[in-house]
């Protein structure tokens, strides 16, 4: 089946046809048009010749240009059909989208909206009858470390059990000796783009090779030195987060005050809080990975830069 015939199906169907079918037939119909207009213009040029070879043999030559200025229209018309078909079905396909994801989302709020009002209320009571708990306890607490008696050791507050998160030293991975260029007075090897750029005919001294358009220095002398690659992680300082009892819940109506009223400079979301709750279930607050990455630093050492090296 030719490109104009698959083409013509596709734009005949009676189901529809998708902007991804349409898009793919539309590749080849391009191609195909673009391809008929190149052949019709080499035989165009190629005209002359033929009528040069006689009557009949131009006669037969009109014919074939006829027939390629046939198929290039034909092909044009086709072509311009499926894009504006294209064009239609995509924005067609994209306001389908937007209904499906706002009806979605229409039935979404009204689950979770009746399920807020007849959840909510009974939660946030309980968890106010219970912060009101730590806040007692801790006020019990500071009093009683205020005059500790003989031999014992100050309480923590409550809160202490579920939120803290202690103090991390320095942790160190792995520590080897390398060989690297750096600046005769350096205390630092150069970058892993410089290194990549020195010319040497020793292995011990060299310049970084110029490179165009580019502000980094280059034709300086540089030369091998010896460094010790230390991978860590930083050490963190522990602390208590956020105090429960200064967590923010809302009312349920406007009329009615929170159930802590927002300061006036943070006002925490309902991520914050969710946050703040999982951590709470989770028994302690804990640093994420994400928080002890991993750390390269280098100390210079004053053995020839050959020795042992890795």
Known sequence: MSVADRIRSLLN????????????????????????????SQERLLHPKHVLAGAAEAAKHRELLVQLDGEV???????AVAEERYAATMAEEAEAARVAKYEEAAKLQAEVAEELVAKYPELAAGLLR???RVTYADNAICTANEDLPEGRDRLDLVEA???????LPRKALQERVVALWAYPDGKQPLSDDLQERVSSPNGHTGHIVPRSNDWTPSGQPVVKKRFRRI????????????????????????RDPDLWTPGEIYRPTHADTLRRL?????????????????????????????????
Do not use: C, F, I
Request: hydrophobic share 45%.
């Open 13 to 40: 169907r009676k189901k529809p046809a998708q902007a991804r079918e349409l898009a793919s037939e539309l590749a080849g119909t391009r191609a195909a048009h673009e391809a008929a207009q190149v052949k019709a």
């Open 73 to 79: 229209s034909e092909l044009a018309v086709l072509l």
């Open 130 to 132: 219970l912060l009101h």
């Open 161 to 167: 059990a579920v939120r803290d998160a202690e103090d």
């Open 231 to 254: 991978e860590y992680q930083a050490a963190l300082q522990g602390h208590p987060g956020d105090r429960l009892v200064d967590m923010k819940l809302p009312a349920l109506h406007w």
């Open 278 to 310: 999982n951590e709470v279930v989770s028994g302690v607050r804990r640093w994420l990975p994400s928080e002890r990455p991993v750390e390269v630093e280098y100390v210079l050492t004053k053995d020839p830069a050959d020795a042992g090296a890795n």
